[in-house]
Nanobody
Framework: VQLQASGGGLVTPGASLMLSCTVS????????MGWFRQAPEFDREFVAA????????HYADSVKGRFTISRDNAKNTLYLQMHNLKPDDTAVYYC????????????????????WGQGTQVTVSS
């Protein structure tokens, strides 16, 4: 299974950005998906997660109300719409996949995911 993240960039505070993650080599609907981020000298932290069907989501408190995770199973693609970006959102953003059959609850820790994308840099700076 391969994950390819894209959509990062350099934006000013208050701007919006949408990240995408395309999944290949597996059946997308088999996977619950998540976004994580990692800033320099910090551990990788949970951002958002979504169930295989897309009707259940979970967010870190720091992004709740500003970020929206979604998926298009017909396109094998995961999204993260980010609004009102802040300098603290600066990080490398990673998408991740885990088999839904392995879990009964939303997975919010990195070790709960089986596959990872290569990361896309988001920099928020004036």
């Amino acid at each position: 299974v391969q994950l390819q993240a894209s959509g990062g960039g350099l934006v000013t505070p208050g701007a919006s950005l949408m990240l995408s993650c395309t999944v290949s080599g597996g059946t997308f609907e088999d996977f619950a998906m998540g976004w994580f981020r990692q800033a320099p000298e910090f551990d990788r932290e949970f951002v958002a997660a979504i169930a295989w069907h897309g009707r259940s989501t979970h967010y870190a408190d720091s992004v709740k109300g500003r970020f929206t995770i979604s998926r298009d199973n017909a396109k094998n693609t995961l999204y993260l719409q980010m609004h009102n970006l802040k300098p603290d959102d600066t990080a490398v953003y990673y998408c991740a996949a885990t088999l839904s059959s392995k879990h009964t609850v939303m997975v919010i820790i990195p070790t709960g995911y089986d596959y990872w994308g290569q990361g896309t840099q988001v920099t928020v700076s004036s």
